[in-house]
């Protein structure tokens, strides 16, 4: 890579003679392939479609003066290499690495951090406000794409931005793509107009638009005249635009709207974005990328290749690894359980937000599309539409990750629960998401889940129980009902449905019994609870170990038979211990059993950096090691290694 290895900066590729920058685009997929061949989970189709585009920008501005700000950090690998990170892109998804995202503190480039989809607009606005405000002098250019135009924040922005007429630069990737194919009605009137063209930046169009201008100038300002004339221009200039701007939306928004360009024409790119840093106000630049770019599997699947597992670059085809005794992760048993359960049940229904292969729900989609809904990556609107079928008799079950599920947060109080509605909510990658990282890990879900009045709380341990809660979910009707899973593989393999009862609502299992300790433990940390158990037992520890499945409503009954029995109470839960399950249950516990003291584990009051799920769970002593040690603290016992009580 003899070009690439000189690149330790935009400078360098501004450096470049023009010929090389083909050679650059090259080099620069190369080396995505071989990292991403690499590393498991990493993003690769976006970033594959985004080479050209991300060579582009930095040639033609002054990065980082000009501020470049990234919608979905995801399709930022190439920036990354270009900004100095090659060296260190071995790293990326790995304990102290590189952030398979935007992140502010890793690089001054990455102006603003981005795990989310649809914040770049928005945030530009606000880097080109203060901009102005300070009186200084860059451009602020967001690039929004991979599906964000399905959100609903940058319609907000782009509206904002049209209106203050404020100088700002919006670059819109449209590879046709989220995860999962686009949906939505944008999707189809971009699809409409895939011509490649570049007249808006033609010397042409911009002499007659700027002559029009010039003539309703000089002309009278009143009477017939000059209503005459102001008529003819605003025509004059609606048929330009019907004649040579296939982007009437975004016109009519207040953005000048250049394109579409060919993404992958790295010359093209590069004469466009030099026409448009000469124009002044709201400009959007269409961009039209393939995703998956330049490796041919990926562009032949590009729902498969959005993320990739660990792969042959030359043929794609995948490097084999034991799959910890064939075990399904939680994902498949819930949609293969919701699709049983939906034979059966003409009312369910399933909904996501773009996220149909990561939540399992593409396994409803198969058998049952007439009730598979995806919004796009549309939160709130989605749990509001449910709320609509939920009024009327439907079942709706919305999957959607826990942290992408905080963007509905108002919906979810407002527009369900407010009205008692029986809208199901299964809240993917709840707890530690592993190497996608603070954007990504579902920390908070049970504390927010919590506050609101009549929501059923649930975690399920294992897979027979996931089917159980969904059970007994589907028919509960006075209310919204939540199930939390992990991004984890089930820890055995689940009964057949139909032999999985459902779980009575509000209730707790004793896994364990003791007279020491009760340690009150929820989803994924039951059993670990329970060997730390046996480990405690074989030191003289006697521990009852309860599977809290229902957060909320506690079992009341349940502890009414622990306490005061137990002179200890120990919470686990893969959850924030700031207002979680463990601060829930001690309040009831302290409110009648004072005399009972206890301690809570979680996630710490904190953003949980990235890394492999097993190895962070071990750093926040959410294993039955650390469980062990937490009780020999609070039972005042000296501290000794789980080996020693083997």
């Known amino acids: ?17 023009e010929g090389e920058l083909p050679a650059l685009c090259r080099e620069v997929r190369d080396r995505i392939i071989d990292v991403v061949s690499r590393h498991k989970g990493a993003h690769f189709g976006s970033n594959l479609g985004t080479v050209e585009l991300t060579v582009a920008l930095h040639r033609v501005f002054d990065t980082p003066r000009d501020q470049l700000i990234w919608d979905v950090g995801h399709q930022a690998y190439p920036h990354k290499i270009l900004t100095g990170r090659n ?39 606000g880097v080109a406000a203060a901009r102005d405000i300070k009186g ?10 991979d599906g964000s135009m399905t959100c609903g924040l940058p319609y907000e922005a782009l509206n904002n931005a049209g209106h203050t007429d404020r100088d700002l630069i919006v670059v819109l990737n449209d590879n046709e793509m989220s995860i999962s194919p686009n949906v939505g009605a944008l999707h189809k ?187 796009g990556i549309a939160e709130g609107h989605g749990v509001t539409f449910a709320a609509g079928l939920a009024t009327q008799g439907i079942k709706p079950v919305v999957a959607i990750y826990s942290t992408f599920l905080q963007r509905a947060f108002d919906s979810i109080v407002h527009d369900v629960a407010l009205q008692d509605l029986p809208v199901i ?13 603070a954007t990504h890990h579902g920390g908070i879900d049970i504390g927010y889940m919590l506050s609101i009045p009549g929501m059923t709380v649930t975690a399920p341990r294992d897979a027979d129980e996931l089917i159980g809660l969904m059970k007994t979910a589907l028919s509960w009707d006075r209310g919204p009902f939540s199930i939390r899973i992990p991004r984890e593989l089930v820890p055995a393999l689940p009964k057949p449905v139909a032999e999985v009862p459902a779980i009575p609502h509000g209730t707790w ?40 499945r229902f957060i909320k409503p506690l079992d009341e009954a349940a502890l009414e038979r622990l306490f005061p029995h137990h002179r200890a ?30 301690a809570s584990m979680g996630l710490p009051d904190l953003f ?39």
């Open 569 to 598: 109470v120990l919470t686990v839960e893969e959850g924030t211990v700031v207002n979680g399950f463990g601060a829930y249950v001690r309040k009831a516990i302290d409110d009648r059993w004072p005399e009972v003291h206890g």
């Open 1 to 17: 890579m003899a070009l690439l290895d000189r690149i330790k900066g935009p400078d360098d590729v501004r450096a470049l003679p």
């Open 608 to 646: 949980v950096e990235h890394g492999e799920r097993a190895e962070l769970l071990a750093e926040l002593g959410l294993t039955p090691e650390g469980i062990v040690a937490r009780a020999r603290v609070l039972l005042g016992r000296p501290l000794r290694s789980l080996a020693e009580t083997a």
């Open 189 to 375: 009137y971009l699809g409409i107009h895939k011509r490649v063209t570049d007249v808006r930046t033609s010397p042409l169009y911009n002499r007659i638009r700027d002559e029009v201008k010039r003539i309703v100038h000089a002309a009278p300002r009143l009477g017939t005249v000059g209503e005459m004339v102001e008529h003819f221009a605003v025509r004059a200039d609606d048929a330009l635009k019907g004649m040579f701007v296939p982007g009437m939306l975004f016109e009519e928004l207040g953005f000048r709207y250049v394109g579409p360009v060919d993404g992958h024409d790295i010359n093209a790119l590069v004469r466009t974005f030099e026409q448009v840093k000469r124009m002044k106000g709201p400009r959007l630049v269409h961009v039209l990328t393939t995703k998956g770019k330049g490796f041919a599997p990926a562009e032949a699947d590009q729902v498969k290749w959005h993320a990739a597992a660990l792969f042959d670059k030359e043929t794609g085809a995948p490097l084999k690894k034991s799959a910890a005794g064939g075990m399904p992760r939680f994902q498949q048993v819930f949609g293969e359980a919701l699709t049983e359960l939906a034979r059966d049940d003409q009312d369910v229904v399933a909904i996501t937000a773009a996220m149909a292969t990561g939540t399992g729900t593409d396994i409803f989609e198969k058998e049952h599309p007439d009730r598979f809904f995806d919004v």
């Open 509 to 548: 299992e004793t896994m364990r019994q003791g007279r020491d300790l009760a340690i009150l433990a929820t989803g994924t940390m039951v059993l670990p609870a329970v060997a730390a158990a046996e480990a405690l037992q074989r030191e003289g520890i006697s521990a009852t170990v309860v599977d809290c």
């Open 87 to 125: 060296d260190r892109m071995e790293s990326i998804r790995k304990r102290h690495g590189l952030s398979g995202f935007l992140r502010r503190d890793e690089s001054e480039y990455d102006v603003f951090g981005a795990g989310h989809a649809g914040t770049s607009i928005s945030a530009a606005v």
């Open 136 to 145: 200084e002098d860059y451009e602020a250019i967001a690039v929004i794409g």
């Open 425 to 437: 909510f299964v809240m993917d990658r709840a707890g530690i998401a592993g190497d996608d990282g």
